[in-house]
T-cell receptor, first 115, second 116 residues
């Protein structure tokens, strides 16, 4: 079974600082990778995803993530955060292939951006 | 409505009572998922429905938990004889047909269950 590890429980940054949230997964085969975000008072929504191709994927609101297969990592980055990025971020993985519908999530990283 | 709707948004119950949580997916979405988010934990998969196929119940933590989906639309998650460890946010998500490997899930706002 697959698992996901997010290294930071809570990250506090000032506006304009750069962001990198770590995500490592454990699975022996090919995977699809996701970052979901939950803004305060809102539901979870997809930020970006990687299925195949260019390992550097871009999502909404200036976020990007890089899949490094050799490191089993899919870190989330943003060059300059804004107060509105305050949210909880979840990394998720699913095995690629028929019937691969079960997303496994990490425990989440809470990001607080100070104006 | 435009999104996944869950009710109630909050539920407080006494230990030992049964509870029912409801999920109304986006119209036309064939796949429906239930996840549980306990305090400080990630989302834990509970159950998956896809069209008329038999559901994947592999994530249900005990036989006190059951779920059904009527008419391929609304789903109800039932927890019998609730325990304090059942306290969590129960999230429902749906996805449209034609997607491969759950490209994008649409989540509801969840039901916060508190068992006293």
């Amino acid at each position: 079974a697959q698992s996901v590890s997010q290294h930071n429980h809570h990250v506090i940054l000032s506006e304009a600082a750069s962001l990198e949230l770590g995500c490592n997964y454990s699975y022996g085969g090919t995977v699809n990778l996701f970052w979901y975000v939950q803004y305060p008072g809102q539901h979870l929504q997809l930020l970006l995803k990687y299925f195949s191709g260019d390992p550097l994927v871009k999502g909404i609101k200036g976020f990007e993530a890089e899949f490094i297969k050799s490191k089993f990592s899919f870190n989330l980055r943003k060059p300059s955060v804004q107060w509105s990025d305050t949210a909880e971020y979840f990394c998720a993985v699913t095995p690629r292939g028929a019937g691969s519908y079960q997303l496994t999530f990490g425990k989440g990283t809470k990001l607080s951006v100070i104006p | 409505g435009a999104g996944v709707s869950q009710s109630p948004s909050n539920k407080v119950t006494e230990k030992g009572k049964d509870v029912e949580l409801r999920c109304d997916p986006i119209s036309g979405h064939t796949a429906l998922y239930w996840y549980r988010q306990s305090l400080g934990q990630g989302l834990e998969f509970l159950i998956y429905f896809q069209g008329n196929s038999a559901p994947d119940k592999s994530g249900l933590p005990s036989d006190r938990f059951s779920a059904e989906r009527t008419g391929g639309s609304v789903s109800t998650l039932t927890i019998q004889r609730t325990q304090q460890e059942d306290s969590a946010v129960y999230l429902c998500a749906s996805s449209p047909p034609g997607q491969s490997t759950n490209e994008k899930l649409f989540f509801g706002s969840g039901t916060q269950l508190s068992v006293l």
